[in-house]
């Protein structure tokens, strides 16, 4: 199975047209549908529906595509890895994040090193912890930014200098707003919004046996897209703090929550892998960052409440 003929596959898979996809490869249709009917083959699996004006992924299709393009952007990678190494100058670097304020810590030292090496060249994905990740553990990422307690047997990994605080965003113009604080009891009968990964894991341990009296009305990977339903009036977010904008003018406020529920976040990287030369100097100046606490991002960025 070569790299080229799975690039075909996605080609026709993304295009959904064998005359789109071969106009798009700069190949001609012959040559692509022989490179197609070669893999089916290959595979014994029928990987097409084909109809009059469309071309469908079948079941085995869509597993194929899943998989074709982690091995196309693993190969790319390691062209990049390997051209980045005589590259005094720049080279790749590929970040998985999770969302925090706390991020403008990496986006400073991106900085602090595009400053040093003009070429360097930066892929960030967003997700939490089960997208980005997986993609860390099949070889894509150099480095993710984890929202909970990394697996040491399988990372090495760096706190980060500061605990994200856990709170609730909401129309400003709630009742709720008069609090200083939101406590467990003032959550019970709300429609909540949330992560599904910490409703499952930190706020279920925060909740204890009044967990199952809390209902999740919706979950978000994105805390923006959250709060514009929280805007809305369909429900409250829980979220970080300085993740959303609750300025005045936002129709929106932030309440911490009580008991106060923290979570660290991590710098996590695959035990024992070998990192290329810009990786390195990402890792060094954030070692060097944290350790001298130079780095301070409260202030620059983030909404506060």
Known sequence: MEIRTLKYFLAVAREENMTRAAEQLHVTQPTL???LKSLEDELDKKLFT???FSIRLTDEGVLLRERAEDLISMADKIEKEFLSLDDITGGE???GLAESYQIAHVANAIKALKERYPRLQYHIISG????IAGKLQKGLLDFVVLAEDPDPRKYDFIPFPEADVWGLVFPADDPLAAKDQISLSDLIGL?????EQAWIHEFKAWA????????????FRLSYNGSIFAKAGLGYLLTFDKLIDVSPDSGLVFRPLTPRLETK???VWKKYQTHTPIAERFLEHIRNTFHSGEDTVQEETGFSH
């Not at 939490?128 to 997208?131: G, R």
């Not at 429609?191 to 992560?195: D, E, I, T």
């Open 191 to 195: 429609p909540l919004f949330c992560s």
């Open 33 to 35: 549908s022989k490179a």
């Open 93 to 95: 670097l590929f970040l």
């Open 265 to 267: 976040l991590y710098l």
């Open 208 to 219: 204890g046996n009044k967990y199952d009296a809390l209902h999740l009305e919706g979950s």
């Open 50 to 52: 084909r109809h009059s």
């Open 128 to 131: 939490d912890t089960e997208q």
